[in-house]
């Protein structure tokens, strides 16, 4: 067990329908990341967020967007679903002063149908 | 972020020692070297992470050489239960992970 919580464990929608995807960091925790995992595809990063503020972003499309609360828990917001869209979200967080380690989360399963 | 190469896939037998190298040509003075290992459907999981010369842990060595341009992440005695992918990142200080296709490891009995 990482540490890191993500909700829901399995989600089924519709194309052009908009999802959200929750992720608890470890205790203490700043540092939260999203990536995408379709299907024989690698993980891609998606987004970074610090202590509420974005600190990087990667391949996110501009359908997807997502914040950090005062609480440091994450929400990623989904919206326009596509059929591609369909892939495992997983999330992660770091700590400083563990050097580069990021915990990932269960990961929420998305399918797009 | 400094690009890694590593093989595709692996296979192995039960009890084998399994030796994955990643090389990384352009690795910068203050990247550590990362290893993460993930089964189907489930989240990466963090194995060792070295910055230089040898780092071991109870699930795996991690060989860096001198020049830290190539790493070796050494996986003792194999089980079934190690057939996952692999991954070798490289990088520093917040950086955000770049996961590439990893190994594939197989372990038959």
């Known amino acids: 067990d990482s540490g890191v919580t993500q909700t829901p464990k399995h989600l089924i929608t519709a194309t052009g329908q908009r999802v959200t995807l929750r992720c608890s960091p470890r205790s203490g925790d700043l540092s939260v990341y999203w990536y995408q995992q379709s299907l024989d595809q690698g993980l891609q990063f998606l987004i970074q967020?610090?202590?509420?503020?974005?600190?990087a972003k990667g391949n996110i499309l501009e359908r997807f967007s997502a914040q950090q609360f005062p609480d440091l828990h994450s929400e990623l917001n989904l919206s326009s679903l596509e059929l591609g869209d369909s892939a495992l979200y997983f999330c992660?967080?770091?700590?400083?002063?563990?050097?580069?380690?990021?915990?990932f989360g269960p990961g929420t399963r998305l399918l797009v149908l | 972020l400094a690009k890694t190469t590593q093989p595709i896939s692996m296979d192995s037998y039960e009890g084998q020692e399994v030796n994955i190298t990643c090389s990384h040509n352009?690795?910068?003075?203050?990247?550590?070297i990362t290893w993460y290992q993930q089964f189907p459907s489930q989240g990466p999981r963090f194995i060792i992470q070295?910055?230089?010369t040898k780092v071991t842990n109870e699930v795996a060595s991690l060989f860096i050489p001198a020049d830290r341009k190539s790493s070796t992440l050494s996986l003792p005695r194999v089980s079934l239960s190690d057939t996952a992918v692999y991954y070798c990142l490289v990088g520093a200080n917040d950086y955000k992970l770049s996961f590439g296709a990893g190994t594939t490891v197989t372990v038959r009995a």
């Open positions: 992660a967080s770091r700590s400083q002063g563990e050097g580069e380690t990021q915990y």
């Open positions: 070295g910055y230089k």
């Open positions: 352009n690795i910068a003075t203050n990247d550590y």
């Open positions: 967020y610090y202590n509420g503020e974005e600190r």
